[in-house]
C-alpha cells in the first residue's frame, strides 16, 4: 500500500474583501506510486488549490489551510522547513501549469530554465546540467541547438513542452499536471499528450492529472476523481467511474457530453452554477443542481460510501438516470 | 543591430526639428526686437526697415525658419544656422549663445549624473525591499518618504539644506564647485530627491507587478530559494522599465539643475539661464533650452538602444524584421523605377 | 421585462446606477486614511483660499511698511493702512518688505489653486481632443498629433515653461499657457492609448455585431475606460502644476511681486534664511503640504479605482 500523495481532511480557506472563500472542503484524498489519477471538476472547484496544497504552496495571508494533512511518502508537507520543502519542489513533485504562455521567464533561454533545476537539485556541474537540458528538450520533442533561444521564440504548444521538459528534468516521483493542454490547439493537445503518458510510462511517475476533459481521462488515466466545491464526490478507477457513474454530478457530466451516434437538436448541460465558494448551502452542496435531491440532501451533508475501491459522497447514490452507454 | 539604431536614429530626426521648430517659433514671438535692440531707440524709420532686411527679418515665417537652421549671409549680417552651431546670439554679450553653453554644460551633466546616481543606488534597493514586504511598516515609511520627496520644491530642498547643513551645522559649504568633492554633497543630494522618489516607487511598483507574474510561480514551484527567485527571475524583469524611467529622470534632472545651480552657486549651465533670464537675454535662454532638448533626446535614443541589447524580445523583433525590409524596399524601388 | 420598467425614465436609472457606483468608490477610497485626511487639507487650502479676501485683503499684503520688517511669528506690529493706524498681530511673522506673510500665504493658496485647476483643465482639454483625434481617425492624425507629443516631451518641463514664459512675456495668462503646454502631451498619450486599446478588444467587435455604431461604441467604452486613468493623472498634474507655478515665480517669471506666490515669496527670501527663517519655511511648508496633498489623493484614488483587487 505504498500511497505516495495522502491528502487527509483537508480544508482551504481564501480571505477576500473580507469574506471567506471556502476552496476546499475537507478533502480526502490518495494517490499510490505509479498511478495516473485524473481530478475532473468545472473552473472553481479548487483543483488548482489542491495541487499547489501538496507543495504547500498556498499564498499566505489570503490563503490559510485552515485542517487537514497533506503527506508525501509519508511526510507531513506543511511540518517542512522552508529548505526541506524546496528540496521536495522540482525533484520529487513537479507541477505544470494551464498557461504555457506566461509560464517561461522572458529573460532566460529555455535551456537555462531546465539547467537551473538540474544544477540545483542534482547538484552537478554546468555543462552536466546543460548536456541534460539539450537531453530533455530532445525528450520532448524540441531540437537541442536551439536550447539558447527564449520563449518568446517558441509556439505556445512548443512553450508547454519546454514547461513539461522543466517538469520532468530531475525525474521527479510526482507530477501535478494543472490542465496542461487546456491551452493549446486540438491538434497540438494531442501531440503533447501522447508526449506526456510516454514519458510518464516510460519513467513510472505518480501522476495528478487536472482537467475538465473526459476524454483525455478516459485515454491516459488509470484512476479518476470528481471534484465539486471544494469536494471529492465520487472516486474510483476509470473502469468503475466511467463505466457506471454513481453520482448525481459525475452522471450530469458524461449526459453532458454531446453523444455523436444519436441524432438529437439540445445539449444537455446540468442546469445551475456552482455555488458560491464565500456562501455554499446547507447539506449537499450539490443538491441546488440535482435532479433527485430529496429534504435529506438539502439538510445533512452526505458521508462517503465506499463499495469495491469505488467511493461517492451522495445519499441516495445511483439512482439518478444511467447513462446510455 | 544597425538596422534597428539607424531607424531610431531616423525617427529622431523629426522630433530634433519639432524642437528646433518651437524654439524658433517662440524666438519670433518673442516682443523684443533684435533690429531695434542693433539701432538702438533713435533710429530712423528708413534705417529701421533696412536693418530690417538686413537681418532677414521682413522673410516670411518658413523662409526665416529654415535661415535658423541653415544659416543667413547679408551685405552687413550674417550667422551659420543651428546645424552648423550656431544657436544664436546673446543680447548681453553678443557673442554666439554656444559657447557659453559649451563651457558650462559639462559642469550640469556632471551635477545631473551624479543625482542619477545617487537616485538609483538608494532608490531601487529600497523599492526591491518595499516590494517584497508590502504594506508592512518598512514600506509605508518609505512610501511616505517618497511622496514627499516628489512634493518638495527643488529649489526649496536646496535653501533648507543650506540654512541647516552649511549655516547652522556648517558641515558642508553653501558655495559648490565642481572640483571639490565635499562641497558637491548638498547640490547632489537636493537634485536627486526627486528622481530618488520617483525611482524608488516605480522601482516598487515594476516588483510588484513582477512578482504577481506566473513564472515567478514557476521558479518557485521548481524549488528555487526565495533570494534566487528575486535576484534572477523578479529583478531583471522589473529594472528593464526602470531603465525607462531613469532616462526620463535623467531630463527631469536637468531641468532641477537650472532651479538649484544658482542657489549653490555653480558655474553650471543652469546658473547662465538663471542669469539670462535675470538679463532678459532671450537668445540665450532659448539656446540653452534646445541645447538641452537635443541632449535629452539623444538620451533617450541611448536608452533605446539599451533596451535592443538587454531585452531579447527586442532582440530578436530586430533580427526578424531584416529580411522583410529588405525585400520590401526592393518592391518600393521597382514599383517606382520600373517594371 | 426591460421595456416594462419604463416606468423609472432612462435618466433616473443612469442617476441611480451613479450613486450606486459613487458609494461604492467612496467605501473603496475611504479605506485609505491618509487619502481621505488629504483631501479634507485640500479642502481646507480651497476654503482658505475662497475666504482670502476676508481674512486679508489684497492691498493690505501687497503693501509694504518696512518699519515692521522681520517680525517674529506672533509679534504685534503697528501699521498704517489707507491712513489708519491699528496695531497688526503678524500670526506668521513679516517679511522683508513688513508684510505678514500668513496673509500672503492665504493669497498665495488662492493663487496656486487657481492655476493648478486652470493649467490641468487647458491641459486636459487640448490634450484630450488631439488624443481623441489622433486615436479614432488614426492614420496621418495619429503619427502627426503624436510626434508633436513627442516633441513636447523632448523638452524637459520646467525648461519648456521657462523658454515659453521667458519669449511671451511675464504675465498670468503666459504662466498659463506655459503649464498647460507641459501637460499636453501626457494627455494625448493617455487618451490616445486608451482608444487605441479598447478599438482592439474583442468586446467591440461583439457590439458591432449586435449592431451598435462605431462612435457610440467607442465612445462609451472608452470613457468607461479613461475615466479612472483620466481622475488619477489630472490630480497629480494639480499638484505638478503648483510645483511648476513656483518654480517659474521664484526664478521670476510669470507672475512678479509684489504678487504673492509662494515660489515669488521663496525667492525673496532667499537672502534673508540665515536673519527671518520663518520667511523660508512658512511658504516651503505650504507648498509641500498642498503637493503631497495631491499626491496622496491622486494615490487613493488610483487604489480605489483600479479594477484589480489587490487585499
Redesign the interface.
Known amino acids: 500500500m505504498d500511497e505516495i500523495l495522502k491528502i487527509s481532511g483537508l480544508t482551504v480557506h481564501y480571505h477576500s474583501d473580507g469574506q471567506v472563500v471556502h476552496a476546499i472542503n475537507d478533502l480526502s484524498l490518495s494517490l499510490r506510486k505509479g498511478e495516473v489519477l485524473g481530478l475532473v471538476g468545472e473552473t472553481g472547484a479548487g483543483k488548482t488549490t489542491l495541487a499547489l496544497s501538496s507543495l504547500n504552496m498556498i499564498q499566505a495571508p489570503q490563503g490559510r489551510v485552515v485542517a487537514g494533512t497533506i503527506e508525501f511518502e509519508g511526510r507531513d508537507v506543511r511540518a517542512l522547513s522552508r529548505s526541506d520543502i524546496q528540496k521536495i519542489r522540482g525533484k520529487d513533485i513537479a507541477m505544470i501549469f494551464q498557461d504555457p504562455m506566461t509560464a517561461l521567464n522572458p529573460l532566460i533561454s529555455v535551456g537555462e530554465q531546465i539547467a537551473e533545476t538540474v544544477r540545483r537539485h542534482e547538484k552537478c556541474t554546468q555543462n552536466k546540467a546543460w548536456a541534460r537540458a539539450d537531453e530533455m528538450l530532445e525528450m520532448v520533442g524540441i531540437p537541442a541547438d536551439r536550447a539558447d533561444e527564449y520563449p518568446h521564440q517558441f509556439s505556445g504548444g512548443m512553450k508547454q513542452r519546454v514547461v513539461i521538459a522543466i517538469a520532468l528534468a530531475c525525474n521527479p516521483k510526482l507530477l501535478l499536471a494543472d490542465e496542461p493542454t487546456t491551452a493549446l490547439d486540438v491538434t497540438i493537445q494531442a501531440q503533447v499528450l501522447d508526449m506526456m503518458s510516454s514519458l510518464i510510462r516510460k519513467s513510472d511517475t505518480s501522476v495528478l492529472f487536472i482537467t475538465h476533459d473526459l476524454g483525455i481521462v478516459a485515454e491516459n488515466c488509470n484512476k479518476v476523481a470528481t471534484m465539486y466545491a471544494g469536494e471529492i464526490v465520487e472516486f474510483g478507477t476509470v473502469e468503475q467511474v466511467f463505466g457506471a457513474p454513481r453520482h448525481p454530478y459525475t452522471i450530469g457530466l458524461f449526459n453532458s457530453l454531446p453523444d455523436f451516434d444519436v441524432v438529437s437538436s439540445r445539449l444537455k448541460p446540468i442546469p445551475g452554477l456552482m455555488p458560491d465558494p464565500t456562501c455554499l448551502p446547507e447539506g449537499c452542496y450539490f443538491s441546488p443542481r440535482c435532479p433527485d435531491a430529496t429534504d435529506l440532501c438539502r439538510s445533512a451533508h452526505p458521508v462517503d460510501l465506499i463499495e469495491d475501491g469505488h467511493l461517492v459522497k451522495c445519499h441516495h447514490p445511483g439512482s439518478a438516470k444511467e447513462v446510455v452507454a | 543591430m544597425l538596422k534597428y539604431i539607424t531607424k531610431r536614429i531616423l525617427m529622431l530626426v523629426p522630433v530634433l526639428l519639432g524642437v528646433t521648430f518651437i524654439v524658433f517659433s517662440l524666438m519670433y514671438v518673442t516682443p523684443s526686437d533684435p533690429a531695434q535692440m542693433m539701432l538702438g531707440a533713435n533710429a530712423s524709420p528708413a534705417a529701421y526697415t533696412q536693418m530690417r532686411a538686413d537681418m532677414g527679418l521682413n522673410q516670411p515665417f518658413f523662409m526665416q525658419y529654415l535661415h535658423f537652421l541653415f544659416g543667413f549671409k547679408s551685405a552687413v549680417f550674417g550667422y551659420k544656422g543651428l546645424l552648423f552651431g550656431d544657436l544664436g546670439r546673446s543680447y548681453v554679450t553678443n557673442r554666439n549663445v554656444f559657447e557659453l553653453i559649451l563651457s558650462s554644460f559639462p559642469n550640469t551633466v556632471y551635477l545631473a549624473l551624479g543625482a542619477l546616481l545617487l537616485s538609483i543606488v538608494v532608490g531601487v534597493p529600497i523599492g526591491i525591499l518595499s516590494a517584497t514586504k508590502p504594506y508592512s511598516v518598512v514600506d509605508m515609511v518609505f512610501t511616505v518618504f517618497a511622496l514627499l520627496g516628489a512634493s518638495m520644491p527643488v529649489f526649496w530642498i536646496a535653501m533648507v539644506l543650506i540654512y541647516t547643513f552649511a549655516n547652522q551645522f556648517r558641515i558642508f559649504p553653501a558655495m559648490a564647485n565642481p572640483r571639490d568633492i565635499w562641497s558637491l554633497v548638498l547640490p547632489i543630494i537636493t537634485l536627486a530627491m526627486y528622481s530618488m522618489a520617483i525611482i524608488m516607487r516605480m522601482t516598487r511598483s515594476s516588483m510588484l507587478e513582477v512578482m504577481r507574474q506566473d513564472y515567478i510561480r514557476t521558479a518557485r514551484v521548481k524549488g528555487m530559494p526565495e533570494a534566487v527567485v528575486i535576484r534572477k527571475h523578479a529583478l531583471p524583469n522589473a529594472l528593464i522599465p526602470i531603465l525607462t524611467v531613469a532616462g526620463l529622470q535623467f531630463g527631469a534632472l536637468l531641468g532641477g539643475a537650472v532651479l538649484t545651480e544658482k542657489i549653490f552657486s555653480y558655474p553650471g549651465l543652469g546658473s547662465i539661464m538663471v542669469d539670462a533670464i535675470y538679463q532678459k537675454d532671450t537668445p540665450q535662454i532659448l539656446g540653452s533650452v534646445c541645447f538641452v532638448a537635443i541632449v535629452f533626446t539623444l538620451v533617450n535614443l541611448l536608452v533605446d538602444i539599451l533596451y535592443g541589447i538587454i531585452d531579447p524580445r527586442v532582440k530578436v523583433s530586430m533580427q526578424k524584421a531584416r529580411k522583410p525590409l529588405l525585400e520590401d524596399t526592393k518592391h518600393a524601388f521597382a514599383r517606382i523605377f520600373g517594371k | 421585462m426591460r421595456s416594462h420598467e419604463s416606468s423609472e425614465s432612462k435618466t433616473t436609472r443612469a442617476l441611480r446606477r451613479f450613486g450606486r457606483n459613487a458609494r461604492q468608490f467612496w467605501r473603496r477610497f475611504s479605506r485609505n486614511k491618509l487619502a481621505v485626511a488629504s483631501l479634507g487639507l485640500v479642502l481646507a487650502f480651497a476654503l482658505v483660499a475662497v475666504l482670502a479676501d476676508v481674512l486679508y485683503s489684497y492691498d493690505f499684503v501687497t503693501s509694504n511698511s518696512p518699519e515692521n520688517a522681520f517680525l517674529k511669528p506672533g509679534a504685534m506690529g503697528s501699521v498704517t493702512f489707507h491712513n489708519l493706524t491699528f496695531d497688526h498681530r503678524f500670526l506668521l511673522g513679516s517679511d522683508n518688505y513688513g508684510r505678514d506673510i500668513l496673509g500672503r500665504a492665504i493669497h498665495g493658496a488662492r493663487l496656486s489653486m487657481v492655476i493648478g485647476f486652470v493649467s490641468v483643465a487647458i491641459g486636459l482639454a487640448v490634450g484630450g481632443i488631439l488624443g481623441l483625434l489622433a486615436g479614432y481617425k488614426g492614420g496621418w492624425f495619429d503619427t502627426i498629433i503624436m ?2 507629443a ?3 516631451l ?7 515653461s ?3 514664459v ?4 511675464n504675465s498670468f495668462f503666459n504662466l498659463l499657457v506655459a503649464i498647460s503646454a507641459s501637460l499636453i502631451p501626457g494627455y494625448i498619450r493617455i487618451v490616445q492609448a486608451s482608444i487605441i486599446q479598447v478599438k482592439n478588444q474583442e468586446y467591440i467587435e461583439a457590439a458591432r455585431c449586435i449592431g451598435a455604431s462605431d462612435l457610440r461604441i467607442v465612445f462609451k467604452h472608452v470613457l468607461a475606460n479613461i475615466s479612472g486613468p483620466l481622475i488619477v493623472q489630472s490630480t497629480l498634474n494639480v ?1 505638478a502644476s503648483i ?1 511648476w507655478a ?2 517659474l515665480s ?4 510669470g507672475v512678479l511681486p509684489p504678487t504673492p506666490e509662494w ?1 515669488g515669496m ?1 525667492s525673496e ?2 537672502e534673508f ?2 536673519y527671518a ?1 520663518y520667511t ?2 512658512v511658504p ?1 511648508i505650504a ?2 503640504l498642498i ?2 496633498a495631491y ?2 489623493i491622486g ?1 487613493g484614488l488610483r487604489d480605489a479605482l483600479d479594477p484589480k ?1 489587490k ?1
Do not use: E, H, K, W
Open positions: 510626434r508633436i513627442d516633441v513636447l523632448a523638452v524637459p518641463t520646467i525648461l519648456l521657462i523658454a515659453i521667458a519669449a511671451l512675456g499638484g510645483l513656483s518654480a521664484f526664478l521670476g517669471l515660489g521663496l527670501a532667499r534664511i540665515q527663517p523660508l519655511f516651503g507648498i509641500v503637493v503631497l499626491n496622496l494615490d483587487l487585499q
